[in-house]
Structures are given as C-alpha cells and as structure tokens.
C-alpha cells in the first residue's frame, strides 16, 4: 500500500496566509466596484445625515457606548428617547437604514462569493490537484481521503459549501447582524460553536482536517511526494498489483527458506 503524505502545517499555513492574501484584494477591489455601482455611499451619507438632523434638533449624541447611556440624567436620557423615536418613526431615514444594511450584506456576500469562486475554484481546476497559487507555490495539493484526484464537484462542496459558506459567509453575517443590531446573543453563540468546532478539528483531530475538508471528505498533501490516482480504478489496481507483487515476494522468501533447509 501507499503511505498518504500529508502537508506539512507550516506549509499549510503559508499557503493559506498567500491566498487569504490575494482573495482579499479581489474581494476589497469587488466591493468597491458594486458599492459604486449600486450607490451604497449615497445611502450611508443620507443615513448619517438624519441621524445628525436628529442630534442637533434635540441636542444629544446618538453614537455614544451604553456606559455612556447608562450614566445620562432624566432630562438628557428623555431627549435622547425622544430622538430616537423621531427617527424611528422617520421613513426616509428607515429606508436609507434598510438600504445600508441590505446592501452591506449583499455586498459582502457576493465579493466574497466571486473571490472564492475565482481565487479557490477557477484556479485550482486549471491548476489541477486542487492546488491554488498558494498551495502551488508551497508545493502542497489536496487530493480525496481514498486518494484519488479531486473533481470539480467536490472541489465545489469544498470551496462554495465549506470555506466561502461555512467558514467566512456564515460568521460575517452573523456580525454583520450583531452589529445593525439584527441578532443577539444568538448570533454570538453561534460564533462561538462554529469558532469551537474548527479549533476543534484543527487542534484534537489525527488529521488536523478544517471544516472544508470534512465537508469534502479531502485531504492537504504533499505533491513532491504523495501518490495521486486519476480513478478509484486506477488506485485498485494499484492495490491489486502491490498485493500481488507482495504475495510473489513471500513465496520467494519461503522457497529460499526452503532451499536452504
């Protein structure tokens, strides 16, 4: 049988820093253009612009910390209140706020979509081996856990459903939310679980196998020095004929032992 190579962790991670590296510039360089083609920074700058109508009217400061909130007196937590009702109860202020926080969600979520799907999908296949820039330059691939070359389905679940979805959409939005105020605790201890099970995986488990590999059901190696087949036919047979060339080498030991007797 093979022995499965398994990256190196200091490879691994370098590898990772390199292509956390490049999908944050394609995802900063995204963001930018939707922003401007969508118009996020005339909504934010509406949005402010109310808010700011609405502290000078009443004569408060709506962005101060809940210490701060905690430690204003009856006439000046009555005018705060107050504030906050009108511009609650202001619809072209609720409309710019739904627009900021729609859009920064939608922003978000297909920057880092597009980037992955480039950076962490397109590349590898034309790469092969599952390797990005990263995994190319450290020399390290990624391969199925029965050692059998990759395929762009798994390289799908692995990329789209593990590391884009799972791994960076998922805890995004969720602060996202937290920080529009959409989620409470909730949102933070689902953070905490998913935080949890990677450092899990990636600390306790033999294999030190992340959330994407798990999903995908691969594995990093080596590729100076692991055994890649393009089939599981192929690894069958390569199975079959060392099991025969195994059972050819004991027979000879025996009759050499035989002969010698």
Known sequence: MYDLQRADMWKRISAWLFDFIIVGI????????????????????????GYNKYAAEFGVDLNISSEDYAN???????KYNDAEAAIQSDEKINYHYNMVVNLS??????????????????????????????????GVGVMRVD???VS??????????????????????IVIMLLFNIMDIFGVLCLFGLLLIQAGL??????????????????????????????????????????????RDTREE??????NK
């Open 72 to 78: 204003l007196s009856e006439e000046e937590l009555q």
């Open 105 to 138: 969600l939608l922003i978000t979520v297909f920057s880092i979509l597009i980037a992955h799907l480039i950076v962490e999908f397109a590349v590898p296949l034309f790469f092969g081996n599952g390797q990005t820039l990263g995994k190319k330059i450290f």
């Open 254 to 259: 025996q009759n050499i032992k035989s002969e």
């Open 202 to 247: 990636l600390v306790f488990t033999r294999a030190r196998t992340p959330i994407h590999d798990v999903l995908a059901h691969t594995v990093t190696v080596d590729m100076a020095s692991q055994m890649i087949f393009d089939s599981p036919e192929e690894l069958i047979a390569y199975k079959q004929r060392i099991h025969q060339e195994e059972v």
């Open 26 to 49: 394609v995802v900063v360089g995204l963001a930018f253009g939707m922003s401007a083609i969508l118009k996020y920074d005339s909504h934010w700058d509406a949005l402010e612009d």
């Open 152 to 173: 762009p389905v798994i390289m799908f679940v692995r990329t789209i459903l593990g590391k884009c979805t799972t791994e960076t959409l998922i805890p995004i939005a």
């Open 147 to 149: 050692g059998v070359k």
